[in-house]
């Protein structure tokens, strides 16, 4: 594991406290200058992206995986479980709409090629009216702040061998990340890496945008942060719904109802023995542990209709 490798001077105090505990890394336990915490802005002044609809028809078949977090052997298995592609990678997967929860980055060395996979395979799924779609972690918005804590010797060597120039905010690969959101409502269903709390729920648009235009180069740099990235509650960081027993229904409730969603799926925490639901299942924790580094298993969870249920699958 490497440590920090040029790190922006006013996120560095703030990240250093936060040790690797298997898979319950912190954020920055404050935000650093020049972010505004509490009210997160759509866009600094002169930022052109266009938002991403944060709604998406109810597909016949939508199928929700969790963190791959550089595992590719991980990765095929669970979209070949999920019917998305066949053993030669191709898709098979029809009008079925995928959406992969973040954590694509860190912890194993196949990053690049997970997220060149994924790129073909959201041009092939929209061919046959299916879809693709990949939303941002907690570790693609670090990697974008400088922060490599949890990058593999492998890792440190991808993206053309220039990890930072590649992942800062601008960069050839974050521009990438900002063309994806990090909360999707998909039919009747929420999806987010780490979970929307009611709080966050009336800004969702805004919280999606605001990191867009981060990683796209157009909100500042590394040192300037989004939202999402330094605040423990934000739809990336927050483990209350990832907990077993942390969970308050209620306030779940109102959550899904300033959503106008049924569920919520919730990847991030990982769930030592396999998916888990909670509040009549109305939540669903989908982060299994799938990469190599943990050895979970291979699950995803499939909602079609009204019902959902748990899709396993073998390396």
């Not at 929209?126 to 593999?152: C, P, S, W």
């Not at 990191?211 to 739809?235: E, F, H, I």
Request: some cysteine; hydrophobic content about 40%; charged content about 25%.
């Amino acid at each position: 594991m490497l440590v920090e490798r040029g790190l922006p001077a006013a996120l560095t105090a703030a990240l250093i406290c936060a040790c690797d505990r298997g898979h319950h890394e912190s954020p920055p336990p404050s935000p650093p200058p020049q972010v505004t915490a509490s009210a997160p802005e759509p866009a600094k002044t002169g930022c052109t992206l266009a938002p991403i609809p944060l709604r998406v028809p109810a597909p016949k078949r939508l199928v929700a995986i969790g963190d791959f977090h550089g595992d590719l052997g991980g990765a095929r298995a669970a979209l070949r479980a999920a019917g998305a592609i066949d053993e030669a990678d191709k898709w098979i997967g029809g009008d079925l709409v995928v959406v992969q929860t973040g954590d694509v980055l860190d912890r194993g060395d196949d990053e690049s090629k997970i997220l060149a996979l994924l790129e073909r395979l959201a041009t092939d799924a929209k061919a046959t009216g299916g879809a693709v779609i990949q939303l941002n972690g907690n570790h693609e918005l670090m990697n974008a702040a400088g922060d490599f804590r949890y990058v593999t010797p492998g890792g440190a060597r991808d993206f053309g061998g220039d990890r930072p120039r590649a992942l800062a905010p601008g960069g050839e690969q974050a521009k990438k990340f900002a063309a994806h959101n990090i909360v999707a409502i998909v039919g009747d269903t929420v999806l987010s890496h780490a979970g929307v709390l009611a709080s966050w729920a009336p800004r969702v648009d805004e919280t999606n945008l605001a990191a867009r235009c981060w990683l796209d180069g157009q909100a500042g740099g590394p040192r300037d942060g989004t939202p999402a990235l330094v605040n423990d509650d934000s739809p990336v960081w927050t483990r209350v719904y990832g907990t077993e027993g942390a969970v308050d229904c209620a306030e779940l409730d109102k959550a899904l109802a300033q959503l106008g969603a049924k569920r919520m799926v919730v990847a991030h925490t990982v769930q030592e023995h396999g998916i888990t639901n909670a509040c009549d299942g109305k939540l669903w924790r989908i982060d299994v542990g799938l990469a190599k580094l943990y050895g979970g298993p291979i699950e995803v969870l499939e909602v079609a209709g009204d019902s959902a249920r748990v899709l396993r699958g073998s390396r």
